[in-house]
């Protein structure tokens, strides 16, 4: 089933002006580059975009990637719209690097009342027959202990009346992707959510999950390569989502119009899981 052409609003586009809704705010976006998968003209990524949207709306971001270079560019994109911003290099999937992430994001920023875990991966072959141990344990290692020690560390540094938001996907919602690490990785990080909205209520931190669908970013792009099909999957509202999309609702679960919202998971996805 090939798209339908639909039109789709200035937010969608990343064309919107902001509109203050984190002014003030102090924001680490965890995963804040983007991948490079060769193309010339590659559509932007949820880790750039929420960087760029949130600074747009006032917050002063730390960007932190693995990729130096790529957490620059991001730094790069947000300044050119003068914000306010900075990068710093960790891999959160070394507790080393995330103890230093934390310190430099709290001498950067002054204080930190907004967190956003944007790491994942898929890795190995298709279906149990193709997963092998090792591919299971690099998977979690990124998309669950990554976001573990990232929470543990800022928690006790967080503004109480803080936001946490994690970036999953709907493979945590509904079978699909083939991988069955990258499904079961992401179906736990609602677990983990859960029980950081749990242990933070005591003081108003909220915690929710942001489950992308089908989106046509940097990473959405190499999914494709590897299964064609992807591109073509049915999706109600006749399009893949873009980056832009992905940052309005981390966005919203960010800012205080979501005060009495926590331990939620919040599908951007066309429709896709639910109808």
């Known amino acids: 089933m090939s798209e339908r052409v639909v039109s789709m609003p200035a937010e969608s586009r990343g064309e919107a ?71 710093i290099a960790a891999d959160a999937t070394r507790e080393a690097d995330v103890a230093t992430m934390i310190g430099e994001t709290l001498q950067g920023l002054g204080g930190l009342d907004g967190l956003v875990l944007n790491v994942g991966i898929g890795a190995g072959g298709p279906w149990l027959e193709g997963t092998s141990a090792e591919a299971w344990d690099k998977v979690f290692a990124v998309n669950i202990k990554s976001h573990m020690l990232s929470v543990k560390a800022a928690l006790p540094h967080l503004a109480d009346a803080s936001s946490i938001v994690f970036i999953s996907s709907i493979a945590g919602l509904t079978a699909g992707s083939r991988l069955p690490a990258y499904d079961a990785s992401k179906a736990g990080l609602a677990g983990l959510c859960r029980h950081v909205a749990f242990e933070g209520a005591r003081r108003a931190i909220r915690a929710n999950v942001v489950a992308p669908g089908l989106m046509d970013t940097s990473i959405g792009r190499l999914a ?18 873009t980056g832009w999309e992905t940052a309005y609702a981390a966005l919203f679960l960010l800012s205080h119009e979501s005060a009495y919202i926590t331990g939620q998971v919040l599908a951007v996805d066309g429709g896709l899981s639910g109808l």
């Open 17 to 87: 002006p902001g509109r203050g809704r984190l002014a003030g705010r102090r924001i680490l976006v965890v995963g804040g580059g983007q991948m490079d998968i060769g193309e010339a003209e590659t559509p932007i990524g949820n880790g750039r975009a929420m960087s760029v949207l949130f600074a747009r709306e006032g917050a002063h971001v730390a960007v932190a990637d693995r990729d130096k270079v790529s957490a620059h560019q991001t730094v790069a994109q947000i300044e050119a719209e003068r914000g306010r911003s900075f990068a």
């Open 224 to 241: 494709s390569r590897g299964r064609p099909n992807r591109a073509t999957t049915p999706v109600p509202l006749g399009r893949q989502g």
